[in-house]
T-cell receptor, first 112, second 114 residues
Framework: QKEVEQDPGPLSVPEGAIVSLNCTYS??????FMWYRQYSRKGPELLMY????GNKEDGRFTAQVDKSSKYISLFIRDSQPSDSATYLC????????????FGQGTRLTINP | KAGVTQTPRYLIKTRGQQVTLSCSPI?????VSWYQQTPGQGLQFLFE???????NKGNFPGRFSGRQFSNSRSEMNVSTLELGDSALYLC?????????????FGPGTRLTVL
């Protein structure tokens, strides 16, 4: 079993829709949770980062972590065609925090 | 400020050969991590270097090795290449590498093993 599980999709939604992306993790020692976006032929770029449980909002993006259920979510409001990319969730422990464990990635397409 | 650079961007090798990939971190960043990305396994952590010392290591065979120089530049080497080593190899740098620092990824080196 992978430590971080993510549905690879693909996911296709119309422009303007609310997108919900989800991951589950199994390692209770994970304390840092991130969402990366990766465009084709590019390296991943950090979208959101949270420490422990809670919500974090940045513009159209909201990240949620529920440590009791080991569930990580990313919501995208008013989705745009430019949001079309692969979204990767990642987690890490406090010890060795730079060792990120990634989910498989979800390929998202926003249709105009 | 220049981003993380990786060279070469594309590489074709044959089975049994060895390869060296290079990563130049963002100026001032001292932690460099390497990841392998494949369609089947996704992004997997290879190792992390900080101040020329390997600090963390993933679950890869000993054919995969790396090093970091005093200027924080890093190289990774894969010996006795196998077909399954075909992947995008990503390098990421972060300022200090203590607790969590944002990792900035380079564009990757796409390695094809024939």
């Amino acid at each position: 079993q992978k430590e971080v599980e993510q549905d690879p999709g693909p996911l296709s939604v119309p422009e303007g829709a609310i997108v919900s992306l989800n991951c589950t993790y199994s390692n209770s020692a994970f304390q840092y949770f991130m969402w990366y976006r990766q465009y084709s032929r590019k390296g991943p770029e950090l979208l959101m980062y949270t420490y422990s449980s809670g919500n974090k909002e940045d513009g159209r993006f909201t990240a949620q972590v529920d440590k009791s259920s080991k569930y990580i979510s990313l919501f995208i409001r008013d989705s745009q065609p430019s949001d079309s990319a692969t979204y990767l969730c990642a987690s890490s422990r406090i010890q060795g925090a730079q060792k990120l464990v990634f989910g498989q990635g979800t390929r998202l397409t926003i249709n105009p | 400020k220049a981003g993380v650079t990786q060279t070469p961007r594309y590489l074709i090798k044959t089975r049994g050969q060895q390869v060296t990939l290079s990563c130049s971190p963002i100026s001032g960043h001292r932690s460099v991590s390497w990841y392998q990305q494949t369609p089947g396994q996704g992004l997997q952590f290879l190792f992390e270097y900080f101040s020329e010392t390997q600090r963390n290591k993933g679950n890869f065979p000993g054919r995969f090795s790396g090093r970091q120089f005093s200027n924080s530049r890093s190289e990774m080497n894969v010996s006795t290449l196998e077909l399954g080593d075909s992947a995008l190899y990503l390098c990421a740098s972060s300022p200090r590498g203590d607790a969590y620092n944002e990792q900035f990824f380079g564009p990757g080196t796409r390695l094809t093993v024939l």
